[in-house]
T-cell receptor, first 111, second 114 residues
Framework: KNEVEQSPQNLTAQEGEFITINCSYS?????LHWLQQHPGGGIVSLFM???GKKKHGRLIATINIQEKHSSLHITASHPRDSAVYIC?????????????FGKGTKLSVKP | ETGVTQTPRHLVMGMTNKKSLKCEQH?????MYWYKQSAKKPLELMFV???????ENNSVPSRFSPECPNSSHLFLHLHTLQPEDSALYLC?????????????FGPGTRLTVL
């Protein structure tokens, strides 16, 4: 079992739908990353959070430290949101840069 | 544009070739990272450099040789690779110190080994 599990693995939505991607982890963490990877391969950091909730435009990320769970929400989804969304955690006490990555959720938003 | 650039973006090489991947960051960061992303697998950390010193080598085969001449530049020298080394190689950078520092990723180099 991976230390970072994401669900679903694949998600297809219609434009305008509200989307939720989940991330569960089994280790103590100091921070959690949500990343977006477009088909070209480049990765963009969406959020880094260690508690509570963050919002940026149509994106919202929440984390529940006690339950070891985080969610990424996309409101009013758009085809340009189509990408792979990756959850990564920094293991508490882990060495510099040692992020543990989930396998990603591939999102496809249809017009 | 994340402030981290990588060249080349695509590379095809034979198993006997020697090539190098280059990463450059314009963010004033002191830590740089190499990651490998194979199909259907999570990103894997390969190397970490802090202030030009290698602080992490994640059991990477010696056919991959990193070099960090200064805090802004990172290279990955490749020689006698295997077809299973074909993957997307991503570079990232971050500040150092504190509990955790957000990493900024480059666009990656898509490597194919024939």
């Amino acid at each position: 079992k991976n230390e970072v599990e994401q669900s679903p693995q694949n998600l297809t939505a219609q434009e305008g739908e509200f989307i939720t991607i989940n991330c569960s982890y089994s280790v103590g963490i100091s921070a959690l990353h949500w990343l977006q990877q477009h088909p070209g391969g480049g990765i963009v950091s969406l959020f880094m959070l260690s508690s509570g909730k963050k919002k940026h435009g149509r994106l919202i990320a929440t984390i529940n430290i006690q339950e070891k769970h985080s969610s990424l929400h996309i409101t009013a989804s758009h085809p340009r949101d189509s990408a792979v969304y990756i959850c990564a955690v920094m293991n508490y006490g882990g060495s510099q840069g040692n992020l543990i990555f989930g396998k990603g959720t591939k999102l496809s938003v249809k017009p | 544009e994340t402030g981290v650039t990588q060249t080349p973006r695509h590379l095809v090489m034979g198993m006997t070739n020697k090539k190098s991947l280059k990463c450059e960051q314009h963010l004033g960061h002191n830590a740089m990272y190499w990651y490998k992303q194979s199909a259907k697998k999570p990103l894997e950390l390969m190397f970490v450099y802090n202030f030009k010193e290698q602080t992490e080598n994640n059991s990477v085969p010696s056919r991959f040789s990193p070099e960090c001449p200064n805090s802004s530049h990172l290279f990955l020298h490749l020689h006698t690779l295997q077809p299973e080394d074909s993957a997307l190689y991503l570079c990232a950078s971050s500040r150092t110190g504190g509990d955790y520092n957000e990493q900024f990723f480059g666009p990656g180099t898509r490597l194919t080994v024939l």
